[in-house]
């Protein structure tokens, strides 16, 4: 056990060593991309998807100047938002060569802010489950003493997660498409609405699936931050009202459930009016930069119906383009239909179930979607990886975690293998490829179904807790 | 018997007089045929069939024909085709040995396989639908897969970089085409002797098909009534250009093979086409700069020399002609008959080197990059010696420029990345318009449609090299899409160069009389030429294992939908126990329905009053659940039915 002055001196060193992990993991990002030429790694299919690609980015870019649709052929699959912000960075020359050190440099800055966001939101979910803790009585003193600092952890995850760099230094634009995620996460811990509404509906339109995120967030605003079951305080609740304690922790947690238990509409209705309204906006801003094309009707068939119909058919690390290369097809629709369900049936159990802890919700509906998508690419795993980071204090129990680490490592080793044998060498086939992906999706669905496992054991947990403290205090 | 024939030819003949008198116009169905023959630098021996068709327009003449194959007008009249060429080459064409810069390579040297292009006569909205038709009917009348042309990702419409320029313009390429003697039979029949007389009747299967190359040509061109010109109504030319290479008795000296038609085709022509207007054998020598340096003014030198100290022909043209470079011996071959076989004999006394005249730049393509993933297309121009010599450069702003214009079609699945295009001049990059005056992409869609690029360069007169690379991603195709033979790669159709300055023609001094291939010779003709086919092999998927993948892929499914399901389910110990005692009180579905209450509440659940229930009630509770799932399988079919009955 330590001391209280050594606590209090590691509590002044812990930021400290925060900002030199941050800033070193920056300054590793700008050596690897002073260097891009010997990395190549803006050609890796785990980098880059179709819809990530900075290759047909540049390619849309080109087309729109050469004053055709950016989605005339089927190279680009992106914003045109994103087409105006990174297009122009993608024609810059440095001494002649054409050079794509300013995007990287952007998307560096986006890693940086997800980063700041991620840990904001940590430490606001930290606030919140010492506050609970002590409201259940299970923490005594006002100190946190046993609550690990999950912001800082969940930005240094994400900081120095090798899928982060990768698809930072691959130039992809999936650190713009976490970006939003995270601030639309952000937004609603921090009770923002716009920012919440502005970070939703950016999600949404730049890659579909983080839609699937209105629940959570609803949940957020109108339920508040990550709390264990209200039950649970209703019980603790009775059990104080039954002892009549006047302690100021108690006072407290009465003022609160007066506050918590009934759902905000009032805040929900604001978040849905400005999301209509951002809508509106990107819509109109879409529309304005299509208008001497094919305007938005395009822009939706060759955005959202291109991820929704899976039209290309090249390898990444998910297990759709193999099972739609291979699959007959006269049963391609059904299997269309099936597999994007699957990420809808799941909602409705999942909020049910996680109502309590929207936060989680939202990071468990990452994953599912970061899985089942169309074009998985490793940078969706990096979101949901930080994401996770951010529950380690409910999360210590979770089994298999070495295993699972394991399995990531070697996958992420592997798959480069595979791809070279069969892409580049010829010595391999396309199932060595496909089998690795099948591994790394049953790695994916073991995490998923061990973090809601563990979430819901350590609510079981608390319980249990509150039923023996009510025992000993009746 | 012969006399029955030839009473029923004369008759014939009389026939097709009588008719258009019948109807009034001086305007008949006119067929004629010839025969090039012209030895090449390599000691091989090019043979250019020529048959030109014309027929009056039908409007006039009704839709009677004499000569004029009726298939052709049927096809002319029914898709409204204003101009149409077709052609099926085998072997490639020798820029360098056979000549780039006349009429005969520009208009003959074709690209590998079948290619196709037709302009219509019709609104813009019908030009597809006209165009597939036409490759169906063309597909039956050739007896070859041009129908595949059909699908909208195998042709394009070229706006300036073909030659035409017509928005109606449809252009198709099918490099794989394998093109044999049952695509020939059916392009004989349309001729009015097929093969069994005249010039034709050389048309030897094995030794046609035995040459370096040969491209069979149809070119197809309506015009209009209306218009004042030479011709009017339909006329089609019918071409077989072949390159043979003569059998040499002499191996080893460097004196040109001796040939004669009989020992190029192993037969001779025995009388001409009775219902040929013009039937001619023309001869044409190149480069014999040494006859030309001598002042052959007087029209006796120039009929010395069809025997002279070089070389020696077997028979006495009737007529020769001069040129620049090259003389045109004329036969006539109306004399011959059963008993005096014509056989032009050529004999090479000494040794004679000459060279072909070539086109500005020769052009070739080539493909950069290993593996399955992506490449790079490059098309190198190279400057050939005569370039200096050529005068159609176009001089502006006092500096010489070179103008090319490249036409390309790319498959969709070569994806190909437009703002990679990097242009090389003399191996100096060269940015934006400095060379590159004017481009016209159109896209690929995935499985929808072909990419096509047309630029034009003007390159600086002096230029050495010029090079021009574009970067490909591959596609990956569905296991359905790959043709049987998947490994063997897939073919990206020859790139078109043209010199849009530059046109050839043979300019004779004497005017003749208007034999049509001459007419076609003297005619200015762009100078183009068709770079090699390239085979880019894609990336396999494994074919053998559609049923492992589907089955693999759906048990992850069911893994996680299972197992996360599970989790969600599962409750322990006490929550156990405790539903359990709710559930002995209660039926299922109040069960259930209690407890989604209680949790959208999140209070503990209420202890029913169900204990009073009576039985009539709860077996209403279980039919009416029946009767609800019922509803929703019946529900549910119906949906199916309507929608899959949609499609």
């Given amino acids: 056990m330590k001391d209280d002055g050594e606590m209090a001196e590691e509590q002044k060193k812990k930021p400290c060593r925060f900002w030199i992990w941050a800033l070193s993991s920056v300054f590793f990002r700008l050596i690897l991309i002073s260097f891009p030429g010997n990395l190549n790694l803006s050609s890796r299919p785990e980098v880059s998807t179709p819809l990530t690609s900075i290759r047909r980015l540049a390619e849309g870019y080109w087309l729109k100047q050469a004053s055709m649709s950016p989605y005339a052929g089927s190279m680009y699959h992106g914003s045109p938002l994103l087409l105006s912000l990174l297009g122009p960075l993608t024609v810059q020359r440095i001494n002649g060569q054409p050079s794509l050190l300013l995007c990287s440099l952007v998307f560096v800055i986006a890693d940086i802010l997800s980063a700041m966001l991620l840990r904001g939101i940590g430490q606001k979910l930290q606030m919140a489950y010492g506050l609970n803790a002590r409201l259940l009585g299970l923490l005594k003193s006002s100190r946190d003493k046993g609550i690990l600092r999950c912001g800082d952890i969940s930005a240094l995850v994400y900081l120095w997660n090798p899928f982060t760099i990768v698809s930072c230094v691959g130039l992809s634009t999936s650190p713009i498409e976490n970006l939003a995620v995270i601030l639309a996460l952000y937004g609603a811990v921090t009770r923002r609405v716009p920012l919440a509404a502005f970070g939703l509906v950016m999600a949404t339109h730049l890659s579909l699936y983080p839609a699937t995120l209105t629940i959570p967030m609803i949940f957020l605003l109108g339920y508040g931050l990550d709390a264990p079951p209200i039950k649970l305080f209703l019980q603790t609740k009775s059990v104080e009202n039954e002892d009549r304690s006047t302690s100021s922790v108690s006072k407290k947690a009465k003022f609160k459930q007066t506050t918590r238990v009934p759902f905000l509409w009032k805040t929900v209705v604001h978040f849905v009016f400005w999301v209509l309204l951002w809508s509106l906006y990107v819509l109109v801003l879409c529309g304005l930069s299509l208008s001497k094309y094919g305007g938005l009707e395009e822009m939706f068939k060759r955005t959202y119906g291109f991820i929704l119909s899976i039209e290309d058919l090249s390898p990444n690390i998910g297990v759709f383009w193999y099972f739609f290369a291979e699959v007959f097809d006269f049963f391609r629709n059904f299997f269309l239909i099936v597999f994007h369900v699957n990420i809808l049936f799941m909602l409705l159990p999942l909020a049910i179930r996680l109502k309590h802890r929207p936060c989680f919700l939202a990071f468990i509906y990452l994953t599912i979607s970061s899985i089942l998508k169309s074009y998985p690419s490793v940078g969706d795993s990096a979101l949901y990886l930080s994401l996770w980071a951010l529950f380690v204090n409910e999360l210590v129990d979770m089994k298999f975690s070495f295993f699972l680490f394991c399995g990531y490592l070697g996958i992420s080793l592997l798959s480069p293998v595979m791809h070279n044998l069969w892409i580049w060498r010829g010595t391999g086939n396309a199932n060595f490829y496909f089998g690795n992906a099948i591994g790394y999706a049953c790695f994916q669905i073991v995490f998923v179904v061990e973090s809601v496992s563990a979430m819901l054991n350590h609510d079981r947990a608390l319980k249990r807790c509150n039923s023996t403290n009510r025992e000993v205090k009746n | ?647």
């Fill in chain 2, 1 to 647: 018997m012969a006399r029955l024939i030839l009473t029923w030819i004369s008759l014939l003949i009389l026939q097709s007089y009588l008719i258009p008198i019948a109807f009034g116009s001086k305007e008949v169905e006119e067929f004629s045929e010839a025969l090039l023959l012209k030895p090449l630098p390599d000691r091989k021996v090019l043979a250019h069939f020529h048959f030109e068709n014309r027929a009056p327009p039908s409007n006039s003449h009704g839709r009677h024909h004499h000569l004029f194959p009726k298939a052709i007008s049927q096809l002319v009249q029914k898709f409204r085709v204003k101009e149409m060429e077709l052609s099926f080459t085998q072997g490639r064409w020798n820029h360098e040995q056979w000549g780039g810069f006349d009429p005969l390579s520009s208009m003959n040297a074709k690209p590998v396989g079948v290619e196709l292009w037709a302009v219509f006569d019709v609104p813009h909205s019908e030009v597809d639908t006209s165009w597939k038709n036409l490759t169906h009917a063309l597909s039956g009348l050739f007896c070859a897969s041009i129908n595949f042309l059909e699908s909208s990702t195998s042709y394009a419409t070229p706006t300036w970089g073909f030659g035409p320029n017509s928005d109606k313009l449809r252009y198709g390429s099918l490099p794989r085409e394998a093109v044999c003697t049952e695509n020939l039979t059916p392009w004989l029949k349309l001729l009015p002797c097929r093969d069994k007389d005249g010039i034709s009747a050389l048309m030897n299967r094995p030794s046609v098909y035995r040459g370096f190359y040969h491209s069979q040509r149809l070119h197809l061109s309506t015009v209009e009534s209306g218009q004042e010109g030479l011709a009017s109504g339909i006329v089609l030319e019918q071409t077989l250009t072949v390159v043979l290479q003569p059998e040499t008795l002499f191996v080893g000296t460097n004196i040109q093979p001796t040939w004669s038609i009989n020992s190029l085709f192993g037969r001779k022509v025995v009388g001409r086409c009775v219902l040929a207007k013009s039937s001619n054998v023309y001869l044409q020598m190149e480069g014999l700069s040494g006859h030309e340096s001598k002042n052959m003014d007087t029209e006796m030198e120039a009929h010395e020399l069809w025997k002279n100290a070089d070389f020696e022909l077997s028979l006495k043209p009737d007529r020769i002609l001069r040129e620049i470079n090259s003389f045109l011996f004329i036969f006539d071959i109306d004399i011959s008959s059963d008993s005096e076989p014509f056989d032009l004999g050529l004999t090479w006394k000494l040794p004679v080197k000459w060279s072909c005249q070539q086109a500005p730049l020769h052009a070739s393509r080539f493909l950069m990059g290993s593996g399955n993933e992506r490449g790079a297309i490059a098309i190198l121009l190279k400057a050939t010696d005569s370039q200096d010599k050529l005068s159609g450069s176009d001089l502006t702003n006092g500096c010489c420029t070179l103008k090319a214009n490249i036409f390309q079609i790319f498959p969709w699945y070569i994806k190909v990345y437009y703002h990679t295009l990097q242009i090389f001049v003399d191996q100096q990059e060269k940015t934006g318009m400095e060379v590159l005056k004017k481009i016209n992409v159109s896209p690929s869609t995935d499985k929808m449609s072909s990419g096509m690029m047309e630029m034009m360069l003007e390159l600086p007169c002096q230029v050495k090299s010029a090079a021009i690379s574009i970067e490909y991603d591959k596609g990956f195709l569905h296991i359905d899409e790959y043709p049987p033979d998947a490994n063997q790669g897939f073919d990206i159709p020859s790139a078109l160069i043209s010199f849009p300055d530059h046109h050839a023609s043979l300019d004779f001094k004497e005017e003749l009389s208007k034999s049509p291939l001459f007419s076609k010779l003297k005619e200015k003709s762009l100078v183009r030429s068709y770079t090699e086919v390239l085979l880019v092999p894609l990336t396999t998927p494994d074919f053998s294992m559609p049923y492992n993948v589907i089955t693999i892929t759906c048990t992850v499914f069911a893994l996680y939908f299972g197992s996360l399901l599970n989790v969600l389910r599962r409750r322990i110990g006490e929550e156990e126990r405790f539903l359990k005692s709710q559930g002995k009180k209660t039926g299922g579905l109040k069960k259930m329905l209690s407890r989604l209450v209680a949790k959208i509440r999140g209070r503990p659940i209420e202890e029913p009053s169900s204990s009073t229930e009576s039985p009539e009630a709860r077996s209403s509770v279980f039919s009416s659940k029946l009767f609800f799932k019922f509803i929703l399988v019946a529900g549910a079919a119906a949906a199916w039915q309507y929608f899959s009955t949609d499609k």
